[in-house]
T-cell receptor
């Protein structure tokens, strides 16, 4: 079966750095996405990785290792507004998105 | 504001009733999707449409139907609602099924009693 694993919840301090991991087992791979979802709101796109390596976009970076079936989202200089759920999703061989259950990130002052 | 509009935002429905969730996008995206989101579970695909006139079944299609008469509209119908269909429903679109990021509507919270 297809599976996306990510931690259920993480806590970090304002101004710090946090890394949210995602491991996947899917039938084929056509890219990995990270989305942010604030409570009661719709998911919004953060990043897309299709090749191995690090993609940096401001305070957020996303890393992919296809051979290990592994990705992480790195958030730097954490702000209170970063408190949200972070969803990892992989496009399989049929270009269908397989979603993880999401990681709830709690930022403390 | 350009994007995806869903209606209603919230609805309480008696079991056995028919319900249609509406979804309209103005970005001229080819692909559209309906997901449900339940606590502790990832987004699960109900139905999708790669282009106007075509639809396909996702991971959890039973009890739901869709149509795609034109590019902009993609309604989701529950023919006879059951309590297990209580969920938050998100409509999404992308300009390419193969590579495009998804743009989501604000969601429709449905409670079936």
């Amino acid at each position: 079966g297809q599976n996306i694993d990510q931690p259920t919840e993480m806590t970090a301090t304002e101004g710090a750095i946090v890394q949210i991991n995602c491991t996947y087992q899917t039938s084929g791979f056509n890219g990995l996405f990270w989305y942010q979802q604030h409570a009661g709101e719709a998911p919004t796109f953060l990043s897309y990785n299709v090749l191995d390596g690090l993609e940096e976009k401001g305070r957020f970076s996303s890393f992919l290792s296809r051979s290990k079936g592994y990705s992480y989202l790195l958030l730097k200089e954490l702000q209170m507004k970063d408190s949200a759920s972070y969803l990892c999703a992989v496009k399989d061989s049929n270009y269908q998105l397989i979603w993880g259950a999401g990681t709830k990130l709690i930022i403390k002052p | 504001i350009a994007g995806i509009t869903q209606a209603p935002t919230s609805q309480i429905l008696a079991a056995g009733r028919r319900m249609t969730l509406r979804c309209t996008q103005d970005m001229r995206h080819n692909a559209m999707y309906w997901y449900r989101q339940d606590l502790g579970l990832g987004l699960r695909l109900i139905h999708y449409s790669n282009t106007a006139g075509t639809t396909g079944k996702g991971e959890v299609p039973d009890g739901y139907s869709v149509s795609r008469a034109n590019t902009d509209d993609f309604p989701l119908t529950l023919a006879s609602a059951v309590p297990s269909q209580t969920s938050v429903y998100f409509c999404a679109s992308s300009d390419s099924q193969a590579t495009g990021e998804l743009f989501f509507g604000e969601g429709s919270r449905l409670t079936v009693l």
